[in-house]
Nanobody
């Protein structure tokens, strides 16, 4: 199993940047694919970005392409999401997730482990 704890969410103005971090504890961190999902009030959770076990494959939702970057540090057992040029529609609770199968799933159903989330609010 792996335990995930997110940090870095806050209130930011449109056009600003944030870097979310997720620290993992537990064994075999490097064997999990990792992802960031977000959920806005009244909406389903959606994948924002995912990264495979060895960082050889990344996947981004169209909404974040060119603005968001996911990265992992297997030695430190962390995964980050750098978000630039933030927009009000990026407002959501952001969750870190782990998939032991490295399936590349974009569905929340494909991810086994979840953090508690961190709130990102983009507003002037």
């Amino acid at each position: 199993q792996v335990q995930l704890v997110e940090s870095g969410g806050e209130l930011v103005q449109p056009g600003g940047s944030l870097r979310l971090s997720c620290a993992a504890s537990g064994r075999a961190f490097r064997l999990y694919a990792l992802g960031w999902f977000r959920q806005a009030p009244g909406k389903d959770g959606v994948l924002v970005a995912g990264i495979s076990r060895n960082s050889g494959r990344t996947d981004y939702a169209d909404s974040g392409k060119g603005r968001f970057t996911i990265a992992r540090d297997n030695d430190e057992s962390t995964v980050s999401l750098q978000m630039n040029n933030l927009k009000p529609e990026d407002t959501a609770r952001y969750y870190c997730a782990a998939d032991p199968r490295d399936s590349g799933s974009r569905s929340t159903q494909g991810w086994d482990y979840w953090g508690q989330g961190t709130q990102v609010t983009v507003s002037s």
